[in-house]
């Protein structure tokens, strides 16, 4: 059930003096129940992208393949895909429009035609999977919650279809640390289910911490994709419009002297570790910090 990208162009208000081409010949394959990090500037087309995945979008030019299903430009109805890849929209909390969260979550199981007893076993379910106590959310007006929590009910609003692929696009904008931390908790969580997940975000340090491997759109096209080792070895990240996340710098700053430090770290545990051969073999007092200090480690 890989989701494979062919040769796919999109432009947007095309054969118009308008005309804004923004894919150019993207090839990507994403095997099942991989989580894939998409990265790119601004306008780099992550978003256009992702809406092929779900048939929002149909391609101009090549292919879109989600398991047995091919969108080609010739293809007639976009709604191929909607029980096959969930999308959840940058800054989904616009489209909550219920009176309850409860009435918010059921309404795509209704409009999708699930069996009427099925209804409130699975919004319940999808609330505790975003974090979300039923009984105490489930008759609250969408509307009289913070920003977090709207968050959290616009995506049980996607999870709830239980579709075997998820995109996000930039799930954690406007979030809070704690906030964005319960979302990537997530996402890891749902590909250990064996979903398939795609995550477009400019949080560098979240997207590494949950994917299995990593996309970079640049002008039109995939610039890069592999594993974050791999992105690592890349030092000039900035031409794509991205800025390493502070902790792989601080690592990048220390490897400069030591080549060969691994630099492709998660978590300060994970940096804590390719540093502490290189602590351990440093004199016992520290050079103060400030200029000189510390930078011959
Ligand atoms: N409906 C539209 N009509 C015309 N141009 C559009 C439309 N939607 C997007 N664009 C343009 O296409 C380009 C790519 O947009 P897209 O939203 O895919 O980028 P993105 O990588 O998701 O950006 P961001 O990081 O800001 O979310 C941008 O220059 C944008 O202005
Ligand atoms: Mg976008």
Not at 29 to 42: D, F, M, R, S
Not at 219 to 229: A, C, W
Not at 273 to 295: E, I, Y
């Amino acid at each position: 059930m890989t989701i494979r990208l062919r040769d796919v162009h999109f432009t947007y208000a095309a054969g118009t003096p308008w005309a804004r081409p923004v894919l150019k010949g993207i090839d990507l394959e994403v095997p099942a129940g991989e989580c894939l990090g998409i990265l790119g500037g601004n306008g780099s087309g992550k978003t256009t992208l992702v809406r092929h995945m779900n048939g929002l979008l149909l391609p101009q030019r090549g292919t879109v393949q989600v398991g047995e299903i091919t969108l080609t430009p010739k293809t007639k109805s976009s709604r191929l895909l909607s029980g096959e890849t969930g999308l959840v929209f940058q800054f989904p909390e616009k489209q909550l429009f219920a009176e309850t969260v409860y009435d918010d979550i059921a309404f795509g199981l209704e409009f999708a035609g699930s069996p009427a007893g099925e209804i409130p076993g699975r919004v319940e379910e999808a609330l505790r999977q975003v974090g979300l106590d039923p009984g105490t959310y489930g008759r609250r007006s969408p509307f009289s919650l913070n920003w977090g929590e709207k968050r959290q009910v616009a995506i049980a609003g996607v999870l709830v279809l239980d579709t075997p692929r998820l995109v996000f696009d930039e799930p954690g904008a406007g979030l809070d640390p704690a906030g964005r931390r319960r979302i990537t908790d997530l996402m890891r969580e749902l590909a250990g289910r064996g979903k398939t997940v795609m995550v477009v975000s400019h949080h560098l340090d979240d997207i590494f911490r949950v994917a299995d491997r990593l996309a970079v759109l640049g002008d039109g096209r995939v610039v890069f994709h592999g594993s974050l080792e791999e992105l690592c070895r890349h030092d000039d990240l900035d031409r794509w419009g991205l800025e390493w996340p502070p902790l792989i710098r601080a690592v990048k700053a220390v490897a400069a002297r030591h080549p060969g430090l691994e630099t492709a770290v998660r978590t300060p545990r994970e940096a804590a570790a390719v540093l502490r051969p290189l602590l351990q073999s440093a004199p016992s007092t520290p050079p103060p910090l400030g200029k000189g200090g510390l930078r011959g480690i």
